[in-house]
């Protein structure tokens, strides 16, 4: 079956297939509180706006998604980044404008937040 127009758009409008990261948020109230977990998203939605790396085609640009459950559910928020398969733990509002500097902007990924690496192998 072939996509529709309207998702081919919607797809281009979010400059889908374009982006070299893709960020997972998980906000599930079982690892931390709602309002930690949203506020979380809100710093990592400002933070990539600022920098320009959300919608957008330059290079390093990262597509975002808020989850509600990454299984793990202690230590939260939890971040998952791809393709790299880091998993961060306690991604605070307060430590997400040095993630994304360090990670997302200068490639050093903070391994003293990182509990589990599983990177995506193309086959």
Request: proline share 6%.
């Amino acid at each position: 079956m072939e996509p529709t127009a309207k998702l081919a758009e919607v797809a281009d409008k979010l400059d889908i297939g374009h982006y070299s990261r893709h960020v997972f948020l998980c906000i599930g109230e079982t690892c931390c509180t709602k309002e930690v977990g949203e506020a979380a998203w809100e710093a990592l939605k400002k933070e990539l706006k600022d920098r320009k790396l959300s919608l957008s085609r330059e290079p390093g640009a990262c597509y975002r998604t808020k989850v509600g459950c990454l299984r793990v559910c202690l230590d939260g928020p939890i971040l998952l980044v791809y393709p790299e398969g880091a998993y961060y733990y306690g991604m605070t509002a307060e430590r997400i404008p040095e993630f994304v500097q360090k990670h997302l902007v200068d490639n050093e990924p903070q391994t003293e937040r990182i509990f589990a690496r599983n990177p995506l192998r193309m086959v």
